[in-house]
Nanobody
Framework: QLQASGGGLVQAGGSLRLSCVAS????????VAWFRQAPGKEREGVSY????????TYADSVKGRFTISRDNAKNTLYLQMDGLKPEDTAVYYC????????????????????WGQGTQVTVSS
């Protein structure tokens, strides 16, 4: 099970840190990711970390503003969001899979079988 938290209401330019706690051993997950879904839009990939890669990958829309990290000792995945914009408003989901994802599929929601329940992020202008 994945439990996401940390969402809330923030003004444009502000920051939030999302957390996603996994029951079980987070170090077993080959790929961990954050997605978001705005009203009326499809779920989109925000960022992911996969085993064996030198660093995380980000969607262009959040590059330079968001930072993904994982703490295997705490079984927790994080998403630090800085410089928030109104267009970042969405429900944010964490997702995991045991296998290491291939590059072309790592930001595809269909690649992940395990999902958190989502946490609402609202950015006011």
């Amino acid at each position: 099970q994945l439990q996401a938290s940390g969402g809330g209401l923030v003004q444009a330019g502000g920051s939030l840190r999302l957390s996603c706690v996994a029951s079980g051993f987070a170090s077993d997950f080959g790929s961990v990711a954050w997605f978001r879904q705005a009203p009326g839009k499809e779920r989109e990939g925000v960022s992911y970390i996969r085993s064996g890669s030198p660093g995380p990958t980000y969607a262009d829309s959040v590059k330079g503003r968001f930072t993904i990290s994982r703490d295997n000792a705490k079984n927790t995945l994080y998403l630090q969001m800085d410089g928030l914009k109104p267009e970042d408003t969405a429900v944010y989901y964490c997702a995991t899979r045991f296998a290491r994802c291939l590059t072309y599929m790592c930001l595809d929601p269909s690649s992940y079988p395990y999902w958190g329940q989502g946490t609402q992020v609202t950015v006011s202008s």
